[in-house]
Each structure stands twice: as structure tokens, then as C-alpha cells.
């Protein structure tokens, strides 16, 4: 099947050449910071995780988003997801591999990341972070790639097939727990040690993954001859709507408990988040947008004549793939760093040899899902003979 | 197709001679002993040990940062400590701070002026339950069962996953190449690379060599390091008979770095 993803039109071409060009030029930035170490990044003695693992903890987001369709499919047999459900799992697999790749690029001596294999530590989170996401990989591959070629074959997929489908349903949540605990037990950092982080976590990545699937089928219907659907569309939007709702219902229920209970070390990161501490204050615009992207998402996504127009929907996702991006891609790492444990503030602003490196992974990403995305799609085209 | 069988065959059989006689000439390697092969270290008769490590600090001893600069710097040259320009590639294994940053649980407006004023040095706190230690993924980070926390510099993958766990912030990474700022490097520790966390390390070197850490040596009495289970020891006498706080103890992490205030 993989000789549908190198015959395309010119327009195809174009995109996958110019994916592969910011990848290069990601991948000499990245050399330069083999060279030099994480130096060249903007994180410091005090901040010191940024841009990469916030990048990481946002994808694992995505990459179980695309649960959100398989799950409604094979528990309970909504037949309308079934046209869809290999998107889901495709957008899994590019997301985990950029998840993968950020770690790699965030390790300070990457050549010996294979010492989490050759000295296994099951007491570190990072030990079981590794399986889970590798494992979660494996699971959509295998999955995914049954699933089309029996379409393809016009057969029905084998039944163990469905058991590992299940399988991985049941390890989407996990990946993203697994995620949260990297951070919830850690126990000088009040910004993250509390028990909503995971479920937190799950929330957005429940809005964020279809959110994206939703924009990703709305690109589809108008470059390829394959149309998702309406309905599924529109079902995707109400999975979105009520994830969403229940990721900023969370956060308040955090913001209650901080500010209810006054703790200091809990309050600091949260004030220099959304207004600064001490002078210091480079993300605050930053969060107020987020918020304002999620609330317009939600007041356009619950209103069912917004829903249904898909214009409106598109912009809605937009919105609120930007602000759950910003939360957790941006202000949720750094924003548990600062202030630091003596409580000094260093704030951390990533440099653009950092953003270059990031973008090159996000175009890694963006290619492995238009050539799984270009060999779904053409599949279903043959299928249905269009 | 036969012949290539037939050599398949031969090599196979000889690899599994090579296998099944490995473990009988072990045995009589290790002349007649097969079951212990490990070498082991003579321990050092002069070495400094204890059931478990602590310190002490008393900061009635020092008045301004000018007494305590030869301490951080007694350990910096000995621990070759690179004089980074950049404060965010910054390495420190012992600096000085001031009391509300020191202790954060502790600070208030009133503080009297000799404890507001005065430099307080902050370490690696060595905890009980460490929780870098937890933290780290390849075990590069680990505790031995005198107490001392410690890095495996080879092993460390520099996921710094032990710097976030740190409630102390006592552990710094090396963003770049820490050699060419080091001014005069000491023969007798090893230099670090880039990639890899480190942190002070309670001189573990020196008291295997029968030597105090180089902090307490330089401190003029003002830190004293001694094994905290013994009754008869220097700390615990200062313990005894005076009132001790320790950084952050509401974590559990249990510090062994204690302070007279």
C-alpha cells in the first residue's frame, strides 16, 4: 500500500517537498545542538524544561484525542465513525512519533537514551512513559494498517484485530495519565501537585485531538475526492464541546482550591501566569488568549445553530486547538518552573534556534500523517470508486 | 544449497561446543570457586564512614559573604566547576542565599535583622527519601546506604527529570561544554560534559581518602559533617543542644542538612 503515498498530483509534491525542506533545515539547527548541548535553547538552571516537553506533553494530548473516534466505533458500534476511525489512527501514530522525536531532541545526551532500556528504573514515571507511548505506537500501526488493507481487499478485518482496537482504547487515557504523573508527583512544585492534573490533561486532549481530526476532514473533503461526512463531522463537534467544557470546568475547580485556600507556593505560578509576578510577566497576553479561545469555543460549540454551520465550527476548532495549544504547549511547563523552588523568578522565553528544532518536528509530524492520510484516503477513493 | 546447509550445520555445532563448555571453564577460572566471581575493593583502612551523613551549619559562626566565600570556593576548585557567563548555563554545587528564599515556610516580616541580613549557604540536602532518586530513569541518580546522594555522570541521559523532582533546587545541568571555563582544573575529580546533571556530592571522594568534605574543612567550624545515628558524634552533640530547622522538612524528603539559626 505504500506506493500510494508517491503518486500524487503536483499540489501533493509541492507540500511533501517543502515539509521535507523545513525538516532539513530543522535537522542542521538540531546538529548544531548536538554540538553545542541545550545551551542554544533559552532554558536555564531554573526553568529547566521549555518548549520541547511542553510540545511533548501536548502531542501525547493529540495522540490520544484520536481515541475519540475509535472508541464510539468498536464500544459501541456506531457504524458512522467507521468511515473515520483509521484517521483517528493515524493521527495517533504521526502524534506519538513527534511526542518520541521531542523527547530525543530535549535529552541532554541523546546518544544514551537507550540506558532507559539497559537500566530499567520501574520507580521512575519516565520508565513507564517510554512503554506506554511506544507501546500506544505499535497499537495504531497495527491497528491502522488491517484496518485499510482489509478495506482495500474488500474484506473484513481480522477479529483479533478488534481485541487490540479495544486494547488500545483502554491505553489512550494511560498515555496521557502516565504524562500528568511525570509532573503531579513531584513534590516541591505547586503548580503541578494536584490530582486534577491528569484528568485535566485528559480533557483537553479529548477537545484538542478531534478538534484537529474535525479540521483534518474538513482539508480532506475539499483536497480529495473522499468526503468524511457530515455526520461525523458533527458528532466529532459534540465530542469536542463536551471535552472542552469539562477542561475549563477543571481548571476553575483548580483555580478555587488555590486561591480558596491561599497556599503561597500554589498561588505564585498561577499569579505569574495570568498577571505577572515581581515585574516579570511574558506570558500573561499569552494565557488571556488561551482562555479567551477556549470561552468563545465553548459559547460557539454549544449553541447547536453555530455547531451545525461548519464555517463556524472550523473557526471554533481553530480557536480552540490555538488556546488548549497555548495552555499546555506554552504555559503549562514553564509556568510550573517559575517561580523556582528558592522562589526566584527566571523567566523563560525559548530562542529560535529552539523554535526552528520544534517546527522541524512538527513538519516530521505533519509528514508521516499526509503520507498515512494520502494512502487512507486513496483507499477509500478506490473503494468507492469515485 | 547442501553445502551451505552443511557449513550452517558445522558452524552451529561448534557455537553451541563454544556455549555449554563457557560456563565449565568459569569454574575452573575462578579455581574452584564457580560461584563467586566478582572481584572485590580493598576498602581504604583511612576511609570516613558513617551509618548515615548529615550536616550541620551554624550560622552564628559567619557574619557577611566574605566569611563563606572560601568555602563555596574550596569546593568550585575542587570540584572543577566551570565560571559560566551566561547565568542560565550557571553550574552550583554550594551558593549562598538569603534567608526568605532559603527558607520559604519560614520567612516573615519580622524576621530580626541579623537573620534577615545574613547569607545562608544551600547545598544538596542529601534527603532520606530523595526525590530525584525516584525520579531518574536509569538510576544515573542514586543513594548509597550511608546517605549520600550521588551522580553517575556516564550514565545520566540529561532528561533532567531530577531537577524538576528537586524541592531544593540544588542541581544544575550542563547546558554546554563546562571545560574551557574551568580556570585551573583539579587532576584529582573528573570534569563533567555537556548533556549530563550534577550536584555536590558530599565530597564523597574525600572521605573515601579519610578527608572531611572540603566545605566543612574551609568553614573555620561553621559547618560540621558527622554521622547523624551516632550518639557520641559532633552533630549530634550540636543537635542535642541546640535548636536546628532544616529547608522544606513539610515534603518528607527528609534533609540531612541542618541549621542553627
Known amino acids: 500500500m505504500l506506493e ?82 483509521i484517521l483517528g489512527e493515524f493521527l495517533a501514530i504521526a502524534a506519538v512519533i513527534m511526542c518520541l522525536m521531542f523527547i530525543i531532541a530535549d535529552l541532554g545526551q541523546p546518544m544514551r537514551a537507550l540506558n532507559v532500556l539497559l537500566y530499567p528504573t520501574p520507580g521512575s514515571v519516565l520508565f513507564w512513559d517510554m512503554i506506554v507511548l511506544n507501546v500506544y505506537l505499535l497499537l495504531n500501526i497495527i491497528v491502522g494498517w ?33 504524562t500528568a504523573f511525570l509532573y503531579c508527583g513531584l513534590p516541591g512544585r505547586g503548580f503541578w501537585l494536584t490530582a486534577i492534573l491528569a484528568p485535566r490533561f485528559l480533557a483537553s486532549a479529548f477537545a484538542a485531538g478531534p478538534a484537529l481530526l474535525i479540521l483534518l476532514c474538513l482539508i480532506i473533503r475539499r483536497v480529495t475526492k473522499f468526503d468524511p461526512g457530515r455526520e461525523q463531522i458533527q458528532s466529532l463537534a459534540k465530542i469536542v464541546t463536551y ?39 511574558a506570558l500573561v497576553p499569552w494565557m488571556w488568549a488561551s482562555m479567551a479561545f477556549m470561552v468563545i469555543s465553548i459559547i460557539l460549540l454549544a449553541n447547536p445553530v453555530t ?52 517546527l522541524g518536528v512538527w513538519a516530521t509530524g505533519f509528514f508521516v500523517l499526509t503520507l498515512l492520510f494520502k494512502i487512507a484516503v486513496t483507499v477509500k477513493e478506490e473503494v468507492s470508486g469515485v | 544449497m547442501e553445502n551451505s546447509r552443511r557449513s550452517f ?3 552451529a555445532g561448534i557455537s553451541a561446543l563454544g556455549f555449554g563448555t563457557k560456563p565449565v571453564l568459569n569454574a575452573f577460572a575462578s579455581g574452584g570457586n564457580s560461584e563467586k566471581h566478582e572481584a572485590e575493593i580493598q576498602k581504604n583502612p583511612a576511609a570516613l564512614k558513617a551509618k548515615r551523613w548529615a550536616m550541620v551549619i551554624d550560622t552564628r559562626k559567619y557574619k557577611s559573604e566574605e566569611d563563606l566565600k572560601p568555602i563555596i570556593e574550596a569546593c568550585d576548585k575542587i570540584h572543577n566547576i566551570p565560571k559560566h557567563t551566561n547565568k542560565r548555563h550557571e553550574i552550583m554545587w554550594i551558593w549562598i542565599d538569603e534567608f526568605k528564599y532559603v527558607f520559604t515556610n519560614q520567612e516573615h516580616e519580622f524576621v530580626d535583622d541579623r537573620v534577615k541580613h545574613l547569607p545562608f549557604l544551600v547545598l544538596c540536602n542529601h534527603c532520606e527519601k530523595p526525590a530525584c532518586v525516584r525520579a531518574c530513569p536509569t538510576k544515573a541518580t542514586f543513594k548509597r546506604d550511608d546517605g549520600i546522594v550521588l551522580m553517575d555522570f556516564h550514565r545520566c541521559i540529561g532528561c533532567r527529570f531530577c531537577m524538576a523532582a528537586c524541592p531544593y533546587g540544588s542541581r544544575s545541568f550542563n547546558f554546554r561544554d563546562p571545560r574551557p571555563f574551568i580556570k585551573e582544573e583539579n587532576k584529582e575529580f573528573p570534569t563533567r560534559m555537556k548533556g549530563v546533571v550534577e550536584k555536590c556530592n558530599f565530597c564523597a571522594e574525600r572521605l573515601a581518602v579519610g578527608k572531611m568534605p572540603a566545605c566543612v574543612e574551609a568553614s573555620n567550624g561553621a559547618m560540621v559533617a558527622g554521622d547523624l545515628y551516632d550518639p557520641e558524634s559532633e552533630i549530634r552533640k550540636l543537635l542535642k543542644n541546640n535548636y536546628t530547622i532544616r529547608r522544606k522538612p513539610e515534603l518528607g524528603a527528609g534533609p540531612a542538612i541542618y541549621y542553627i539559626v
Open chain 1, 4 to 85: 500510494l503515498a508517491i503518486k500524487g498530483s503536483k499540489k501533493y509534491w509541492v507540500w511533501i517537498l517543502s515539509l521535507l525542506a523545513v525538516m532539513s533545515i530543522a535537522f542542521c539547527f538540531w546538529l548544531w545542538q548536538l554540538s553545542f548541548g541545550l545551551g542554544i535553547t533559552g532554558m536555564s538552571r531554573d526553568v529547566s524544561w521549555g518548549f520541547y516537553i511542553a510540545q511533548f506533553t501536548f502531542l501525547v494530548g493529540v495522540a490520544a484525542g484520536g481515541v475519540m473516534v475509535v472508541l464510539p466505533y468498536y464500544l459501541h458500534d456506531y457504524k458512522a465513525f467507521g468511515r473515520i476511525t
Open chain 1, 146 to 178: 488491517n484496518v485499510i488493507e482489509a478495506e482495500r481487499n474488500n474484506v473484513h478485518y481480522p477479529s483479533w484485530i478488534k481485541v487490540l482496537a479495544i486494547f488500545s482504547i483502554i491505553w489512550a487515557p494511560a498515555i496521557h495519565t502516565v
Open chain 1, 243 to 281: 471535552a472542552i467544557i469539562i477542561n475549563v470546568f477543571f481548571f476553575l475547580c483548580e483555580i478555587f482550591v488555590v486561591f480558596y485556600s491561599r497556599i503561597p507556593s500554589h498561588m505564585s505560578h498561577i499569579k505569574y501566569l495570568f498577571f505577572g509576578l515581581h515585574g516579570h510577566a
Open chain 1, 307 to 358: 455547531r451545525k454551520n461548519e464555517a463556524v465550527l472550523a473557526f471554533a476548532c481553530v480557536i480552540l486547538f490555538i488556546g488548549t495549544w497555548i495552555d499546555k504547549g506554552l504555559g503549562m511547563i514553564s509556568g510550573g518552573f517559575v517561580p523556582n523552588p528558592l522562589h526566584h523568578v527566571t523567566e523563560y522565553i525559548p530562542t529560535l534556534p529552539e523554535l526552528v528544532i520544534a
Open chain 2, 9 to 11: 550445520l558445522k558452524i
